[in-house]
């Protein structure tokens, strides 16, 4: 069974700052690994989509590596704004087609202060 | 495109009584998905659809719940009799059958509240 964690589940930092964030996998059969932003209250908006093939994505000032064969995946902020404050949340999809199960870790809550 | 729409965003009703949570999907998007998240347990897939037909409802907790797609572009899902542990939000998502990355698409969401 797919299990995903992110680390740190809360995350604070001043703006300006550079981060990460880090998600894992335990199966490493994925199609394709999907970062979203969830801001409170609201619902999911996906951020970057990374496919089993690729080893990153970029979008603006954020960053998404995957390293497929050790299970991991980051996304990375530069510059970071009081508007990333959000939760991160990452999600593997085990099959090709569209319906198969997205898997979901628990999330990164960021704050970032002015 | 509106994105995808769900009613209402937020329910809260007395233990006992049935819940109905809507979705449109977004236009041309053959699969819908529904997800409920909580503190405890995250977000999980309940259920959902393509091309109107279940597909996977192993994640549907319980008898209780049951989830429609009449057409291609509402879905309910049902929940009778509601318990106070079915108080979450519940997502509805939707993407497309093939081409693109097949990235989900996620209403607001409905916060239920069962008392």
């Known amino acids: 069974k797919q299990e995903v964690t992110q680390i740190p589940a809360a995350l604070s930092v001043p703006e300006g700052e550079n981060l990460v964030l880090n998600c894992s996998f335990t199966d490493s059969a994925i199609y394709n690994l999907q970062w979203f932003r969830q801001d409170p209250g609201k619902g999911l908006t996906s951020l970057l989509l990374i496919q089993s093939s690729q080893r990153e994505q970029t979008s603006g000032r954020l960053n998404a590596s995957l390293d497929k064969s050790s299970g991991r995946s980051t996304l990375y902020i530069a510059a970071s704004q009081p508007g990333d404050s959000a939760t991160y949340l990452c999600a593997v999809r085990r099959g090709e087609t569209s319906g198969s199960r997205l898997t979901f870790g628990e999330g990164t809550q960021l704050t970032v202060n002015p | 495109d509106a994105g995808v729409i769900q009613s209402p965003r937020h329910e809260v009703t007395e233990m006992g009584q049935e819940v109905t949570l809507r979705c449109k999907p977004i236009?041309?998007?053959?699969?819908l998905f529904w997800y409920r998240q909580t503190m405890m347990r995250g977000l999980e897939l309940l259920i959902y659809f393509n091309n109107n037909v279940p597909i996977d409802d192993s994640g549907m907790p319980e008898d209780r719940f049951s989830a429609k797609m009449p057409n291609a572009s509402f879905s309910t899902l049902k929940i009778q009799p509601s318990e106070p542990r079915d108080s979450a939000v519940y997502f509805c998502a939707s993407s497309l059958l093939a081409g693109g990355a097949n990235e989900q698409f996620f209403g607001p969401g409905t916060r239920l509240t069962v008392l």
């Open positions: 236009s041309g998007h053959d699969y």
